[in-house]
């Protein structure tokens, strides 16, 4: 699974780091870390964590959504 966070939308409200903390950390106040390339059994945290962020800044690549029968949402 390929995912991509824009950092200059990211204001650091931690709802990623809270759903999928394999995938997703903060360092520091407004610092995001995350995987680009989680693996496939994080997919619905992942989703979770991409529906939860307020400013809508978690990308998940859709074609791996497609290639695993889920309807890519906005």
Do not use: K, S, T
């Not at 650091?12 to 106040?29: E, R, S």
């Not at 407004?30 to 989680?38: F, H, M, S, T, W």
């Amino acid at each position: 699974m390929r995912l991509v966070v824009d950092l200059n939308r990211c204001q650091g409200y931690a709802q990623c780091a809270f759903l999928a903390p394999d995938v997703f950390a903060m360092h520091g106040d407004e610092g995001l870390l995350y995987d680009p390339q989680a693996e496939a059994a994080q997919r619905e945290r992942v989703a979770q964590a991409a529906a939860a962020c307020p400013v809508q800044a978690i990308l998940v690549d859709e074609l791996d959504l497609a290639a695993a029968g889920e309807a890519p949402d906005a």
